[in-house]
């Protein structure tokens, strides 16, 4: 690595060594000392015009903004002093005058930035004794709505589709206290980021149709997470309800390596599948043309003496959407009852790609961990996973049975073209989260927890290793491969799963095979780890 | 009384001369001497020439015109662009239209000449949108110096070329900020930039960029043709050479003057502008256009044209734009005016700036319309104090230091307002 020249700084008395080139923001940002701030974001550029992180630095005359002013050796920075209070103080004040102070009808009121630093900088009555200015508010914007009245011009929606995006669908109209964020002639926007811009909006201008009036924030929740739409493995922060044990909303959490502050639509919003109406409830078993609700314990029975009877003609096809853990404990639970084939479940064309094919975060690949397979086949020694053996399998005709694990959400061609390959006489179990026409062959549906539901570790494009974490509890019946593997090595479903099952399970037989070394779950980086890059234990 | 002999002047001249405009009347006169005597120095001697000077920046902030120039960086590998800012907005200044409607083509010879010393090839006039005529003027004097070989490919034989474009401006007050302007040139929003980066390393296009004023350029040919020196010995310690006043208001022969840096105020009103209209009684003097803080009566006649002198009175000489204030005229109606001016022209990008002007102007107006309150005063201080010295630019503490000076120098005829509940001068005068 080149080594980057340290400078020494001082700010607030406390002595700190950074590199070179960092702002003075970054730098009490790293120390943990807060500066307040609207307009700066850390992985947007520098637009310097909100005028609330004014420092005092000894030698200069005036307060300089700490977003756009290099640190330098030997600078003495005050964030707290009593001269940069007040010019904060001043500087809310002015933001204010012209704010609607809707706070009880905003639905952005305790997560806003506004509230927040006039509840530590300001606290003063107001001295604006006119009518206010007025703009447009509940502008419809497609998937967001805009009041632009509660804007305070921070200019990072701007930036956000100027540079992220780059498809420039906002821009400030007009000048002076008339300036109004907008799209051009009030169309809806065309990018599929829009949901980042009701993040990091500090107050309530845009907000997402999706969440709006749905909860109070104060009434949420948030776990760290990941997603699992697609292979990116944008790290998130899910909201639930702990009283109703609901999800509410799922937003990006920041991680430079993966996904910076950003998510896509998709991965926010397509979380409703888990309440949808598609849901599978019950194991399902199709009977003459017709659908009936069969208990877990039949499904289980009739399962365990088909593997009984032939363990070798059966093919476990696991997608790349079950966790590590979850296809070790598979592989090593079902190879004990003599079952040999095992597969995945993946679209081929597109696995493997380590870019977004949109140039932001989106990937081909739709399911989170194919990398996290790739490097357990290794080391499990799975060999014949491709679709290609599968058919020479099918052809062999020594297959008689086929279950297909972990499916889950809105499943695409690569798993309808896995199921037209399967010859009529083969009974085939789908383990899935929702009904999809593609399952209409299958002898049992038996439902899939979804990823909300379940605690393990994924392995994105990028080859990092990232924690899921259960968020809410399984719904309906759904039961995840660890309690699949369990009753079919049971034949029963009288005991149930050891607490933390998956987590135990990671650091005793995952971490070590995908990092090199066994790491504890709680010590596994929230951020991620990188893939150890050779030595598969 | 120091008083600049007409014989001696440097920027004026010439102007009485007709047709001055064309190009062969301005050769006739000696034009593009100092061009021909430039592309014989080495650049740096005529940055050295012009630092000897001691000439400073003719725009308002007075930043002395040679250390600009030794700023920009020769080994960028990018190119260099001169842009000369005739985005002349600031009210109560008309001094620049003056030059570019006469004398033209002595302006296209100080953008050559500096545009040769700091090595730049590409240089704009962005010029406002309102001076239709000066533009129209300019446009045809730029055509007639590439037709005889002042601009373009190899200007007078020698290897220096230089492309001139006129660029006019859609009649924003804010585009006469240097980064505004640059922002404004690129096709951008006129919204001044941060700095740093400063335009001198990373300017138009990214590129190291001089802006300066129509006056300062229009110098520099004199300068060069004479010397540092000779330039030097004009005006005050720190305020060097000659400077054009455009003075308006109520005065006799309004208009735009030349007078050495140093001299009376009080005599440049009685002298040059022929004094009060009427006899009236002078009640305020603004010195350097709207945005420079009032002189009373009493500090009037003391003030002299130089950056010391009002610097000591609390204000700036600024663009030179004197407007004279008679006693009979209602100062909060005019402040009223000046900080509407403000709010509409705020670009709207930093906080204080954009709601500051708004609510100033708010609560100036209450005073004139008989609404005000003696707290509305306290409010108007303490907003205006905390405007200033937060913003991108200037712009903010350029709203809020009239309107303070005027405040605090004159506070009885704001209280008089609001105890009368109405303007004693009428609504309409």
């Given at each position: 690595?080149?080594?980057?020249?340290?400078?020494?700084?001082?700010?607030?008395?406390?002595?700190?060594?950074?590199?070179?080139?960092?702002?003075?923001?970054?730098?009490?940002?790293?120390?943990?000392?807060?500066?307040?701030?609207?307009?700066?974001?850390?992985?947007?550029?520098?637009?310097?015009?909100?005028?609330?992180?004014?420092?005092?630095?000894?030698?200069?005359?005036?307060?300089?903004?700490?977003?756009?002013?290099?640190?330098?050796?030997?600078?003495?920075?005050?964030?707290?002093?009593?001269?940069?209070?007040?010019?904060?103080?001043?500087?809310?004040?002015?933001?204010?005058?012209?704010?609607?102070?809707?706070?009880?009808?905003?639905?952005?009121?305790?997560?806003?930035?506004?509230?927040?630093?006039?509840?530590?900088?300001?606290?003063?009555?107001?001295?604006?004794?006119?009518?206010?200015?007025?703009?447009?508010?509940?502008?419809?914007?497609?998937?967001?709505?805009?009041?632009?009245?509660?804007?305070?011009?921070?200019?990072?929606?701007?930036?956000?589709?100027?540079?992220?995006?780059?498809?420039?669908?906002?821009?400030?109209?007009?000048?002076?206290?008339?300036?109004?964020?907008?799209?051009?002639?009030?169309?809806?926007?065309?990018?599929?980021?829009?949901?980042?811009?009701?993040?990091?909006?500090?107050?309530?201008?845009?907000?997402?149709?999706?969440?709006?009036?749905?909860?109070?924030?104060?009434?949420?929740?948030?776990?760290?997470?990941?997603?699992?739409?697609?292979?990116?493995?944008?790290?998130?922060?899910?909201?639930?309800?702990?009283?109703?044990?609901?999800?509410?909303?799922?937003?990006?959490?920041?991680?430079?390596?993966?996904?910076?502050?950003?998510?896509?639509?998709?991965?926010?919003?397509?979380?409703?599948?888990?309440?949808?109406?598609?849901?599978?409830?019950?194991?399902?078993?199709?009977?003459?043309?017709?659908?009936?609700?069969?208990?877990?314990?039949?499904?289980?029975?009739?399962?365990?003496?088909?593997?009984?009877?032939?363990?070798?003609?059966?093919?476990?096809?696991?997608?790349?959407?079950?966790?590590?853990?979850?296809?070790?404990?598979?592989?090593?639970?079902?190879?004990?009852?003599?079952?040999?084939?095992?597969?995945?479940?993946?679209?081929?064309?597109?696995?493997?790609?380590?870019?977004?094919?949109?140039?932001?975060?989106?990937?081909?690949?739709?399911?989170?961990?194919?990398?996290?397979?790739?490097?357990?086949?290794?080391?499990?020694?799975?060999?014949?996973?491709?679709?290609?053996?599968?058919?020479?399998?099918?052809?062999?005709?020594?297959?008689?049975?086929?279950?297909?694990?972990?499916?889950?959400?809105?499943?695409?061609?690569?798993?309808?073209?896995?199921?037209?390959?399967?010859?009529?006489?083969?009974?085939?179990?789908?383990?899935?989260?929702?009904?999809?026409?593609?399952?209409?062959?299958?002898?049992?549906?038996?439902?899939n927890v979804s990823s909300f539901e379940k605690s393990g570790t994924v392995v994105n494009a990028l080859g990092r290793v990232q924690k899921l974490q259960a968020v809410i509890p399984p719904q309906h019946t759904a039961r995840n491969i660890h309690e699949i593997v369990l009753g079919l090595a049971q034949g029963h479903d009288r005991i149930s799963l050891p607490k933390?099952?998956?987590?135990?399970?990671?650091?005793?037989?995952?971490?070590?095979?995908?990092?090199?070394?066994?790491?504890?779950?709680?010590?596994?980086?929230?951020?991620?780890?990188?893939?150890?890059?050779?030595?598969?234990? | 009384?120091?008083?600049?002999?007409?014989?001696?002047?440097?920027?004026?001249?010439?102007?009485?001369?007709?047709?001055?405009?064309?190009?062969?009347?301005?050769?006739?006169?000696?034009?593009?001497?100092?061009?021909?005597?430039?592309?014989?120095?080495?650049?740096?001697?005529?940055?050295?020439?012009?630092?000897?000077?001691?000439?400073?920046?003719?725009?308002?902030?007075?930043?002395?015109?040679?250390?600009?120039?030794?700023?920009?960086?020769?080994?960028?590998?990018?190119?260099?662009?001169?842009?000369?800012?005739?985005?002349?907005?600031?009210?109560?200044?008309?001094?620049?239209?003056?030059?570019?409607?006469?004398?033209?083509?002595?302006?296209?010879?100080?953008?050559?000449?500096?545009?040769?010393?700091?090595?730049?090839?590409?240089?704009?006039?962005?010029?406002?949108?309102?001076?239709?005529?000066?533009?129209?003027?300019?446009?045809?004097?730029?055509?007639?110096?590439?037709?005889?070989?002042?601009?373009?490919?190899?200007?007078?034989?020698?290897?220096?070329?230089?492309?001139?474009?006129?660029?006019?401006?859609?009649?924003?007050?804010?585009?006469?900020?240097?980064?505004?302007?640059?922002?404004?040139?690129?096709?951008?929003?006129?919204?001044?930039?941060?700095?740093?980066?400063?335009?001198?390393?990373?300017?138009?296009?990214?590129?190291?960029?001089?802006?300066?004023?129509?006056?300062?350029?229009?110098?520099?040919?004199?300068?060069?043709?004479?010397?540092?020196?000779?330039?030097?010995?004009?005006?005050?310690?720190?305020?060097?050479?000659?400077?054009?006043?455009?003075?308006?208001?109520?005065?006799?022969?309004?208009?735009?003057?030349?007078?050495?840096?140093?001299?009376?105020?009080?005599?440049?009103?009685?002298?040059?502008?022929?004094?009060?209209?009427?006899?009236?009684?002078?009640?305020?003097?603004?010195?350097?256009?709207?945005?420079?803080?009032?002189?009373?009566?009493?500090?009037?006649?003391?003030?002299?044209?130089?950056?010391?002198?009002?610097?000591?009175?609390?204000?700036?000489?600024?663009?030179?734009?004197?407007?004279?204030?008679?006693?009979?005229?209602?100062?909060?109606?005019?402040?009223?005016?000046?900080?509407?001016?403000?709010?509409?022209?705020?670009?709207?990008?930093?906080?204080?700036?954009?709601?500051?002007?708004?609510?100033?102007?708010?609560?100036?107006?209450?005073?004139?319309?008989?609404?005000?309150?003696?707290?509305?005063?306290?409010?108007?201080?303490?907003?205006?104090?905390?405007?200033?010295?937060?913003?991108?630019?200037?712009?903010?503490?350029?709203?809020?230091?009239?309107?303070?000076?005027?405040?605090?120098?004159?506070?009885?005829?704001?209280?008089?307002?609001?105890?009368?509940?109405?303007?004693?001068?009428?609504?309409?005068?």
């Open positions: 690595m080149e080594s980057v020249k340290q400078v020494e700084l001082t700010i607030n008395d406390r002595k700190m060594k950074v590199a070179a080139g960092t702002t003075v923001f970054q730098a009490a940002d790293k120390a943990g000392i807060f500066i307040p701030h609207f307009c700066y974001h850390p992985d947007l550029t520098i637009a310097g015009c909100c005028r609330m992180c004014l420092v005092e630095i000894k030698g200069m005359p005036k307060l300089a903004i700490s977003c756009n002013t290099p640190v330098s050796e030997g600078m003495v920075v005050q964030t707290e002093s009593p001269k940069v209070k007040d010019a904060v103080k001043a500087v809310l004040e002015l933001q204010l005058i012209n704010h609607p102070l809707d706070c009880p009808i905003c639905d952005k009121a305790g997560e806003c930035r506004l509230q927040d630093n006039y509840a530590r900088y300001d606290l003063q009555a107001s001295r604006m004794q006119y009518e206010k200015g007025h703009k447009p508010k509940v502008m419809d914007l497609g998937p967001l709505v805009l009041d632009a009245e509660r804007c305070v011009l921070c200019a990072r929606c701007v930036r956000f589709t100027a540079e992220v995006t780059k498809t420039n669908e906002l821009a400030i109209y007009n000048r002076g206290d008339r300036s109004t964020v907008g799209t051009y002639n009030n169309q809806p926007f065309t990018n599929h980021y829009t949901g980042n811009l009701a993040d990091m909006c500090p107050v309530g201008g845009l907000t997402a149709k999706d969440f709006r009036f749905q909860m109070r924030v104060w009434f949420l929740q948030k776990v760290q997470s990941v997603c699992t739409l697609c292979a990116r493995g944008c790290n998130t922060l899910v909201s639930v309800n702990q009283s109703r044990m609901q999800l509410y909303r799922i937003e990006p959490r920041r991680n430079p390596s993966v996904n910076k502050s950003w998510m896509c639509d998709t991965g926010r919003w397509d979380y409703h599948y888990v309440y949808d109406n598609s849901r599978i409830k019950t194991p399902v078993r199709h009977e003459d043309g017709r659908l009936v609700e069969k208990p877990w314990l039949e499904w289980l029975t009739e399962t365990k003496e088909g593997v009984n009877r032939d363990p070798k003609g059966v093919l476990i096809a696991i997608s790349t959407q079950a966790t590590n853990e979850e296809i070790v404990d598979c592989v090593q639970g079902l190879r004990a009852l003599g079952v040999e084939n095992f597969c995945w479940i993946v679209d081929e064309a597109v696995v493997g790609e380590t870019q977004p094919y949109d140039g932001v975060l989106r990937h081909r690949d739709l399911t989170a961990n194919a990398s996290g397979f790739l490097k357990l086949a290794l080391g499990l020694q799975i060999e014949r996973y491709h679709y290609a053996d599968v058919k020479k399998l099918f052809e062999q005709g020594r297959l008689k049975q086929v279950l297909i694990l972990g499916l889950e959400g809105k499943v695409g061609a690569w798993v309808s073209s896995f199921m037209a390959a399967i010859p009529r006489d083969v009974e085939v179990t789908v383990h899935a989260t929702n009904v999809s026409p593609y399952f209409e062959s299958a002898r049992w549906w038996i439902p933390a099952h998956a987590e135990n399970l990671f650091e005793a037989h995952v971490s070590a095979r995908l990092l090199g070394r066994p790491v504890n779950w709680r010590e596994l980086d929230p951020l991620g780890e990188n893939l150890a890059s050779e030595g598969v234990a | 009384m120091k008083r600049l002999d007409p014989s001696r002047r440097i920027l004026l001249a010439d102007m009485e001369t007709k047709g001055l405009a064309d190009c062969k009347v301005f050769e006739s006169r000696g034009g593009y001497q100092a061009l021909k005597k430039a592309l014989s120095m080495p650049p740096k001697d005529i940055i050295e020439t012009v630092k000897k000077s001691g000439l400073r920046g003719r725009g308002g902030a007075g930043f002395p015109t040679g250390n600009k120039w030794g700023f920009v960086p020769q080994n960028s590998g990018k190119p260099i662009f001169l842009l000369c800012n005739a985005d002349e907005s600031e009210p109560g200044t008309f001094k620049d239209r003056l030059l570019m409607e006469k004398n033209p083509h002595r302006l296209i010879e100080g953008i050559a000449i500096s545009s040769f010393a700091v090595n730049s090839h590409k240089a704009y006039i962005y010029i406002r949108g309102e001076y239709a005529k000066a533009a129209s003027i300019l446009e045809r004097a730029v055509e007639q110096a590439y037709s005889a070989g002042y601009l373009g490919k190899r200007i007078l034989g020698s290897s220096f070329d230089l492309e001139l474009v006129v660029h006019r401006g859609a009649g924003a007050y804010i585009c006469g900020e240097e980064t505004g302007l640059i922002s404004s040139l690129e096709g951008k929003k006129g919204q001044p930039k941060l700095k740093p980066p400063f335009p001198a390393v990373s300017g138009f296009l990214g590129c190291p960029t001089v802006v300066n004023n129509v006056e300062t350029l229009f110098t520099v040919p004199w300068i060069v043709e004479h010397g540092g020196e000779k330039y030097a010995a004009y005006g005050t310690e720190q305020s060097k050479g000659t400077k054009l006043f455009s003075i308006s208001g109520w005065v006799n022969k309004p208009g735009v003057y030349e007078e050495e840096l140093g001299a009376s105020l009080k005599d440049f009103i009685e002298y040059y502008a022929g004094g009060m209209k009427g006899g009236a009684k002078l009640k305020a003097v603004i010195p350097g256009g709207s945005s420079t803080p009032p002189l009373t009566a009493e500090e009037v006649e003391k003030a002299t044209l130089d950056m010391e002198s009002m610097a000591k009175l609390g204000t700036f000489l600024g663009s030179g734009g004197i407007i004279v204030i008679p006693d009979q005229l209602c100062l909060v109606k005019l402040v009223e005016r000046i900080a509407e001016f403000y709010w509409d022209e705020s670009c709207g990008q930093c906080t204080p700036c954009r709601e500051g002007t708004g609510w100033l102007y708010k609560m100036v107006a209450s005073i004139e319309h008989g609404n005000g309150k003696e707290v509305t005063l306290e409010d108007i201080k303490k907003t205006g104090r905390n405007m200033m010295g937060v913003t991108i630019c200037p712009l903010s503490d350029a709203a809020a230091m009239p309107i303070l000076g005027f405040v605090q120098k004159f506070p009885d005829e704001f209280l008089e307002h609001i105890r009368a509940k109405r303007c004693p001068y009428g609504e309409t005068h």
